[in-house]
């Protein structure tokens, strides 16, 4: 490959969903990247930066990117509208081995930003079905931070989603406390299948709940957050243990990620 | 072939090469080292015999010169990205440079030009230029280590350099340059010599696995340890960047995207979002560091990774020897192994 | 028992308070000396004194309990280090034999320096020397303490006349990783004259100390060392009446002209002080003159350099412990 791999695309922002105050989500044209899910790409604004987004849906002519408003370029691409134009590349690292979730029953725990990698494989089960059976527990710190709440309420329609605040607030009708602790409450079926993500305390938590209520560690799928510079395995920022999450993930199977110590 | 070349010989041979190449070696820098009235030995562009520094050691590796410490990707006019990559025009060039660093520049080869499907494009031109003129090693340093590590030796160079009282032998491997190595020197028989024994003598861990993260060793090392990067920053085998934009003070309409060294020993490696970071203390940094080089490179590339150049030991400040750290950790995997 | 006491302080001895005995003085210029001088100090000490030594604050050797009658022996057994120490660094003196002369200025007194220390950006004993080889002897009273950098472990404001050494810190951004370990040094450790801007680092001149820290902290060599300089702070003093810290007076000077400074530092003494007292110190006499009066007599035929920079003014603080100090 003699090409620049460090040379972007320059894609046009289709529309803009604001999220929460500091989340929003950019559907941009997709410019020939063909994705799949739990990829990710590198997103840049010029004289701004570029920072890794994992892509939280994407269809034949669209990708769509969630992003919390939490430095510079984050701030810049929370502050994009329509019409405005980012630069990507990507998608890079490995996604969700999907093929081991088809007719099983999946649990997924999700925590905050993390509910987007898996939004688009959701709502294509929500859509087209493909697992026996899903039990979606959300966690979120407050209710003001809550993501894709219109989506949450529609899966409801076909599967348990059961969504917790960690800080309680006077008019929070729903659950406070920590996701890792809603998996004790769900039964597990055989041959279940599980998909964390989330803060790194919080994967480690949920994973061992879900392993220890049966579920194989080899059937437990985490996606890593890791600061990604390069996003192919040459900035060394990322690197855990021989592993690269930009390369090697940032999906791993738990068997293998648990190993991986910072 | 070999060839015996006096100084004016070696001379009149350097400002040929100089017309077509240029030539980077290690340099004496006058009172330029950290502290007043020392020196600092390090790579520059050298054109005459007398200018390189053949007996000794450089403080900084000659990775920089095919790897800068900054390297503009990209400039930006507007929202235009123009790539920036090393012109195909500019001179080959000739870096003088020991066994350790030709073996430190293999690394950095598996990992910018062969981890993952893309190859570091930077870092490829530059490194596409680059003859090795290997200067023979006639003494090894209190901090040297390349016997244990076996990169005392190599076979990948363009031509073997070995300087004697003024006198410089040359052993030609690179057909390139034996036209014009003849026109200059006097045929010879020149063969290689490699340190065969350092000061020095480092046990390879076999074999490092996790049992050793939880050891009061990386304790000892954190309560030493000041984090300030130097060891990677002089290390052949370093290569961690990070991507930068800015934008011009006085033009903020044009700027650049610039990758720089980046280093796990420095705060701010492992930002990421909402203050969440990995590995704030030291000794954990250490840990990263030396586990890299004594075995996760390993697995994933099939060679050790550390040199043995010893310029982490020479630069650290607070005295911390990798040498020793990795000899500790050989003894440390021997006692867990009985356990 | 029959002294002269005036000869005798004349020659380096002081008057203790044990009748009939005097201490022996030994300046040690620059602080700086070859061990086997010590030999001599001991054999002094043992053969002539009470058997102990004091280091004075002003780095030299103080040997106490000599007998006066026993000073011309000290003055024998001391003739090889003051030709040694002395004569042999090109100090004028033409009588090793006879002890010290007397007036001898103080010692020039210097931390380690550039010698051994790593924070040191001059070789402060060697312009101590250069200082006495210059100036020495005479008889004008001028306290001088030379400080390897800003950290001035010598105490140099404490005198007259004290000598900062200081390094221009030259910036390469091509070699800069933008780790800000000099940004955050001189924020905590000096004068905060360092910022990140654009992932590089911007130095502001009028902040600078040139205390070389920055070049220190860097790992990657981006700050490199340029070109050597002096402060010079003056009015230092202790003493009884009131005492205060220097301040500065000139920055970024180069070695000639600290030279140049202190020849004429020493005229305006001579040609102000008030000569009803035995000795003034240089701070009284500027509060004097004033400090305009000071500054142009000073920098008069003073070649400063490009780089120089003089104080317009001098606010100098410190306590009087008699308020009619400032009042009579």
């Not at chain 2, 600092?40 to 053949?54: D, N, R, W």
């Not at chain 2, 052993?171 to 045929?187: A, N, Q």
């Not at chain 2, 280093?263 to 990421?272: A, K, N, Q, R």
Request: glycine share 10%.
């Amino acid at each position: 490959m003699n090409a620049n791999p460090y040379l972007p695309v320059k894609v046009k922002v289709l529309e803009v969903g604001k999220q929460t105050e500091n989340v929003a989500t950019l559907k941009i044209e997709s410019q020939g990247l063909n994705p799949a899910p739990g990829q990710f790409v590198e997103v840049s604004i010029p004289k701004v930066g570029e920072c890794p987004v994992s892509i939280s849906d994407f269809g034949s002519d669209f990708l769509e990117l969630t992003v919390r408003k939490v430095g510079r370029v984050t701030g810049a691409l929370n502050a994009l509208r329509a019409g405005d134009s980012l630069f990507v590349r990507g998608p890079y690292g490995n996604g969700f081995p999907l093929e081991n979730f088809d007719r099983r029953h999946v649990v997924m725990v999700l925590g905050g930003i993390g509910l987007a990698p898996v939004k688009g494989i959701i709502n294509r089960y929500y859509l087209n079905g493909g697992v026996n059976r899903l039990d979606l527990l959300v966690g979120f710190r407050t209710p003001q931070e809550i993501i894709f709440r219109a989506e949450l309420a529609r899966w409801r329609e076909k599967f348990n989603v059961v969504v917790a605040v960690e800080q309680d607030d006077p008019g929070w009708p729903g659950r406070v406390g920590l996701v890792s602790d809603l998996v004790k409450e769900i039964s597990v079926e055989r041959e279940a299948a599980a998909v964390v993500v989330g803060p790194p305390l919080m994967i480690k938590a949920a994973a061992e709940e879900l392993s220890g209520r049966g579920v194989a560690k080899e059937n437990i799928w985490v996606s890593l957050e890791r600061r990604m510079s390069c996003g192919i395995g040459k900035c060394g920022h990322c690197r855990i243990n021989d592993r690269y999450v930009c390369l090697d993930g940032p999906v791993f199977n738990y068997r293998q990620a648990e190993g991986l110590v910072d | 072939m070999g060839y015996l070349f006096s100084a004016d010989a070696f001379n009149s041979l350097l400002a040929e090469l100089k017309t077509r190449y240029k030539i980077f070696a290690p340099k004496i820098y006058r009172g330029k080292g950290r502290t007043a009235g020392t020196d600092l030995v390090a790579y520059g562009e050298a054109g005459e015999l007398a200018e390189i520094a053949f007996d000794r050691k450089t403080a900084f590796s000659p990775k920089e010169i095919i790897f800068p410490v900054n390297q503009t990707m990209f400039y930006f006019t507007k929202e235009e990205f123009q790539e920036n990559l090393p012109p195909k025009e500019d001179k080959d060039m000739i870096i003088f440079l020991r066994a350790c660093d030709i073996n430190g520049i293999e690394r950095m080869d598996a990992i910018l030009l062969q981890n993952g499907p893309y190859r570091d494009v930077y870092y490829e031109k530059l490194r596409g230029k680059a003859r090795f003129f290997l200067i023979a090693c006639d003494q090894s340093w209190e901090s040297c280590f390349c016997v244990s590590t076996g990169s005392n030796r190599t076979e990948n160079y363009s031509v073997y350099v070995r300087e004697e009282n003024g006198q410089v032998f040359c052993l030609v491997k690179d057909r390139d340059f034996e036209e014009i190595f003849s026109k200059y020197g006097r045929p010879a028989d020149v063969e290689p010599r490699f340190i065969e024994e350092n000061k020095i003598r480092v046990r390879l861990p076999e074999e490092i696995d996790q049992r050793v993260f939880g050891h009061k060793l990386w304790e000892e090392y954190a309560a030493r340890c000041s984090a300030c990067g130097r060891c990677t920053v002089c290390c052949p085998t370093c290569t961690c960047f990070t991507i930068q934009d800015i934008f011009y003070r006085d033009n903020p309409d044009c700027g650049e995207r610039r990758r720089v060294w980046a280093s796990c020993l420095i705060d701010g490696f492992t930002d990421m979002a909402a203050g969440v970071s990995f590995r704030a203390g030291y000794g954990e940094r250490l840990r990263f560091r030396a586990m890299h080089k004594a075995a996760d490179f390993k697995k994933r590339f099939g060679l050790f990774m550390c040199v043995g150049c010893g310029r982490c030991d020479d630069a650290c400040p607070e005295y911390i020897s990798f040498s020793k750290c990795l000899n500790r950790l050989s003894e440390i995997m021997g006692e867990v192994g009985q356990r | 028992m029959s002294l002269n006491t005036k000869a005798i302080a004349k020659n380096a001895y002081f008057i203790s308070k044990h009748r009939g005995r005097v201490t022996a003085r030994v300046r040690v210029p620059g602080g700086h000396l070859e061990a086997r001088h010590l030999e001599i100090i001991k054999e002094i000490a043992e053969r002539c004194g009470n058997g102990t030594v004091h280091l004075t604050a002003r780095q030299a050797f103080a040997i106490p309990g000599i007998p006066a009658e026993k000073i011309p022996e000290v003055r024998k057994l001391l003739a090889p280090y003051i030709r040694e120490a002395e004569v042999g660094m090109g100090v004028n003196l033409p009588d090793p034999e006879g002890g010290f002369p007397v007036p001898l200025p103080p010692n020039v007194l210097a931390c380690i320096g550039s010698r051994d220390c790593v924070f040191g950006n001059i070789d402060t004993a060697e312009l101590a020397q250069k200082i006495e080889r210059t100036f020495y002897p005479g008889s004008t009273l001028l306290k001088i303490g030379v400080a390897g950098c800003a950290n001035d472990c010598a105490k140099v404001h404490m005198q007259d006349v004290g000598i900062i050494g200081m390094v221009e810190p030259l910036y390469d951004p091509a070699r800069c990783i933008g780790c800000e370990a000099c940004v955050k040094n001189c924020r905590r450790a000096a004068s905060g004259a360092l910022r990140a801007e654009n992932y590089k680092v911007a130095r502001d001149d009028l902040r600078c100390l040139g205390c070389g820290e920055c070049v220190l902290k860097c790992p990657t060599g981006a700050w490199s060392r340029g070109a050597k300089y002096y402060r010079l702070v003056i009015g230092g003093r202790t003493g009884r009446k009131h005492p205060r810290a220097a301040r500065t007076f000139l920055e970024w000077a180069g070695e000639e002209a600290v030279i140049q400074v202190i020849a004429n530092i020493l005229a305006y003494i001579e040609k102000h002080r008030d000569k009803t007292l035995p000795k003034e110190h240089l701070g009284y006499i500027i509060d004097r003159t004033g400090y305009g009066v000071f500054k142009q007599e000073v920098l008069a035929g003073v070649n400063l350099g490009p780089r120089a920079k003089v104080a317009k003014y001098i606010n100098f603080g410190g306590y009087a412990y008699d308020k009619g100090v400032q009042l009579t």
